[in-house]
């Protein structure tokens, strides 16, 4: 079994984690970093520690009142993309260890298409 990170847990709830294939499983939000862990394979797990953390990027449809999914994006190994069914509340719970001001949307689908059109008309 794995060892947590975390010494107070402040949510549990399941969720998917995608790397490379959708992994389930649930994931814990604590007082000492953001941990998932597979519900079938133990030896599947991520722990990022709240001081790695970088930027936390939600994607909002519908004005808010859907986010699919959310990624967190680290110093030093990348992006992880994960989707619960209440990602508010998860959003809400990272709030309280990650700035405000390192919580962003991502970009829309018409916000990417409008760049790639930019990109391919500029001069350069």
Do not use: C
Request: net charge positive.
């Amino acid at each position: 079994m794995v060892q947590s990170l975390n010494t107070k847990v402040d949510l549990i709830m399941d969720a998917t984690a995608f790397t490379g294939l959708a992994d389930y499983g649930k994931i814990m939000i604590g007082d000492k970093g953001f941990e998932f862990y597979n519900s079938r394979d133990s030896r599947k797990y991520i722990q990022i520690p709240w001081k790695e953390v970088d930027y936390v990027i939600a994607s909002v449809l519908l004005k808010g009142k859907w986010i699919p999914r959310y990624a967190i994006k680290t110093k030093k190994n990348g992006t992880y993309t994960f989707a619960s069914k209440e990602a508010k509340k998860v959003l809400r719970a990272v709030r309280k260890y990650v700035d405000p001001n390192h919580m962003v949307q991502s970009l829309s689908f018409f916000d990417v298409v409008k760049r790639g059109v930019q990109s391919k008309f500029k001069k350069g």
